[in-house]
């Protein structure tokens, strides 16, 4: 079977797959030894250098998932962000970050690039002007996320992309809200696609994982890196992970309609002041979304009329969804982020007291509305 000729639906199941598996089975197996014996012609098989059988089997799921030649897993998709980043960036470097990044990948800037040596610059995602003025004789890389957390901008990833090869920077992309489902960023000329692969790729909320793909050569030097901190998958984690990819198509695309449905609701409800979801046709990046995605993603955020108060009794009125700091799984969840994992002055700056995402799972769309629906009823009237 090739690659580049299966449909998405096919190649989550069917893509990176040895035929025929060993002995015969259709998935497979976890590899649990860390020692192997050498293989003929040099190589060392290592479960610390994600090299592991089932590990090695992983990575060429997720190579194939996203067009690469080559992929490591992780074991966390900070862990994916930073050994991507030290893949490109040495002592005296610069980085330009394009975005309102996710909390995380925020706070290892501002607490770990400085003693890295690395110096760095954040900028509007859809400004080219600004990545311009931003570039420096030390800049070596640029980094963005497909979809930002947790405004949900879309930013010219195309030209991001055309911008970082024509100045020799290496290009580094968050591609998690969006999901290879969605978008597979090395087919506009990304380097280095990572993921938090504890969310939608995995899918099921019961394991921590990170990925990163890319060249052979680029994703070389991210293993170094990888083995160099310990941070590879542990077998047991990567076989979980290549079982929820089977399933990630069907699972995103439903979530993906149930997003879309719910941001609708939200949007013509009085009790909503905001909406963000590039699927709706009011979304400043609407039309850009539109052109290069299949889908529009799984994770919206919006503000109720009645400030913080209100984003606090919403979440804990709702029924269905879970009130938990995560997203992509087949539960849908709810986030008051100025009271949950965005808490505290450390965090991604700019996220208003009242802001709550939403990460739709793939229940019935019609009961994640009426959830909604009677949370937003029994917030008090705003006058």
């Not at 009329?305 to 995560?326: H, T």
């Not at 995402?357 to 019935?364: D, K, L, P, V």
């Amino acid at each position: 079977m090739s690659d580049q000729r299966t449909r998405f639906e096919t190649l989550s199941v069917h893509g990176g797959e040895p035929r025929p598996a060993a002995g015969g089975s259709v998935v497979f197996p976890i590899h649990q030894g860390t020692v192997f014996e050498d293989a003929p012609g040099g190589g060392v098989r290592y479960i610390r250098l994600g090299t592991n059988p089932t590990q090695r089997h992983l990575h060429r799921r997720l190579a194939a998932l996203e067009g690469a030649e080559d992929a490591v897993a992780t074991a966390s998709g900070m862990a994916a962000i930073s050994t991507a980043l030290h893949s490109v960036l040495d002592a005296g470097d610069h980085l330009i970050a394009a975005g309102s990044f996710y909390g995380g990948t925020h706070r290892f800037l501002a607490e770990h690039a400085a003693h890295l040596g690395w110096t760095y610059d954040l900028v509007d995602p859809a400004d080219p002007r600004a990545w311009r003025e931003a570039l420096r004789p030390a800049t070596t890389a640029f980094l963005t996320e497909t979809i930002t957390n947790p405004h949900l901008r879309v930013g010219d990833l195309a030209g991001a992309a055309r911008f970082a090869r024509e100045h020799g920077l290496a290009s580094v992309i968050d591609n998690t809200f969006a999901t290879p489902v969605v978008f597979r960023p090395h087919s506009v000329g990304f380097d280095l696609v990572c993921h938090s692969a504890t969310k939608a790729l995995n899918g099921h909320s019961d394991i921590a994982a990170g990925a990163v793909t890319g060249s052979a050569a680029r994703i070389a030097r991210v293993a170094s890196a990888m083995g160099a901190y310990g941070c590879s998958l542990d077998p047991h984690a990567a076989f979980l992970l290549s079982r929820g990819i089977k399933t990630l198509a069907l699972r995103v695309r439903q979530q993906n309609a149930n997003a879309a449905a719910v941001a609708a609701f939200l949007a013509g409800h009085a009790a909503v002041a905001q909406v963000n979801y590039p699927g709706l046709a009011s979304h400043p990046d609407h039309a850009r979304a539109a052109a290069l995605f299949d889908g529009f993603g799984s994770v919206l955020s919006f503000r109720p009329a009645g400030g913080a108060a209100a984003a606090a009794a919403l979440v804990e009125s709702m029924r269905v969804a879970y009130a938990a700091s995560s997203l992509g799984g087949v539960e849908s969840l709810v986030t008051h982020l100025a009271a949950g994992i965005h808490a505290g002055s450390h965090e991604t700056p700019g996220i208003p007291p009242d802001l709550v995402r939403f990460s739709a799972g793939i229940e019935s769309p019609e009961d994640l509305i009426a959830d909604l629906a009677q949370a937003l009823d029994g917030l008090p009237a705003v006058v």
